[in-house]
């Protein structure tokens, strides 16, 4: 299912502004640490699927650079020293081997035409895939989970098979508009954040209300939608924290990891 992107469009150098922070610095390797943690706790949790679903962040200080997931590793053998730093022509700056083609096709075109986009977490996990593969609009605003996402999500729903070029990349990235929650018809989900702890913060409680409306259409009980008015207030309540609330629930992972599986630091 997975495609390596062509070993050809790869280097080993890259130089940085007096302003920027060096990609060997302290900076981005804790940038690089804070994305393994994302990657090892999506593993626990049953987030990844093979080899394949990519999570990449900008580079701090950097407008054209970005940190993905090789090809060829499981989430769970993801260490801050496998991950890779990729400018925008699909060529690798530091690290050894490439992204996995697709990775390369989604993520480097969105955060090139989504700027807003320092974060792009992309799975199949189960249950929110699930809820692209059903009529109608996936995520119903029933549960208070569901209420975080209320008015920031969209559909696509123009699945054309797997994103192997430039064009299904551009395309990807926009039709995301507004939106911080990309749901992608047929295939999984995408989710943009301002930073690994807020992409990751999402992708989390995400699944989680996914989950729940799965459980609750097993019941074959309709669901009732929350009203509008509290839909907008408890998204409003729940937005005014989110930046801090996500920066502490990484920092939680963190030290979870630190006690039980340290390596995701090397």
Request: charged share 20%; glycine share 8%.
């Amino acid at each position: 299912m997975a495609h390596a992107l062509d070993a050809n469009k790869t280097a080993s150098s890259s130089t940085s502004s007096a302003n920027q922070p060096a990609l060997d610095g302290e900076e981005v390797w804790q940038a690089k640490v804070d994305l393994a943690a994302c990657f090892r706790f999506a593993a626990r949790l049953g987030m990844h699927e093979g080899i394949c679903n990519h999570f990449s962040l900008m580079v701090p200080g950097y407008d054209d650079l970005f940190i993905v997931n090789p090809y060829g590793y499981a989430f769970a053998e993801i260490t801050a020293s496998r991950l890779l730093i990729c400018d925008f022509e699909g060529n690798v700056v530091s690290g050894e081997g490439a992204p996995e083609a697709t990775a390369f096709y989604i993520h480097g075109r969105v955060h090139k035409n989504v700027p807003r986009a320092r974060a792009a977490f992309h799975t199949h996990m189960p249950y929110a895939t699930a809820l692209t593969m059903v009529e109608g609009e996936p995520l119903v605003f029933a549960g208070q989970t569901a209420l975080k996402f209320y008015g920031r999500t969209v559909v696509d729903h123009d699945y054309n098979g797997l994103a192997l070029d430039e064009r299904e990349g551009d395309r990807i990235a926009a039709s995301v508009g507004d939106a911080d929650i990309v749901f992608m018809k047929h295939h999984g989900v995408m989710v943009l954040g301002g930073s690994a702890a807020e992409a990751w913060d999402d992708l989390y409680y995400l699944e989680r209300a996914c989950e729940v409306q799965c459980l609750a259409l097993s019941t074959g009980r309709p669901i009732i939608p929350v009203s509008k008015d509290i839909a907008e207030a408890t998204a409003q309540q729940m937005r005014g924290e989110d930046s801090e609330s996500a920066r502490l629930h990484l920092d939680s992972l963190k030290r979870i990891l630190d006690a039980e599986e340290p390596a995701y630091r090397q």
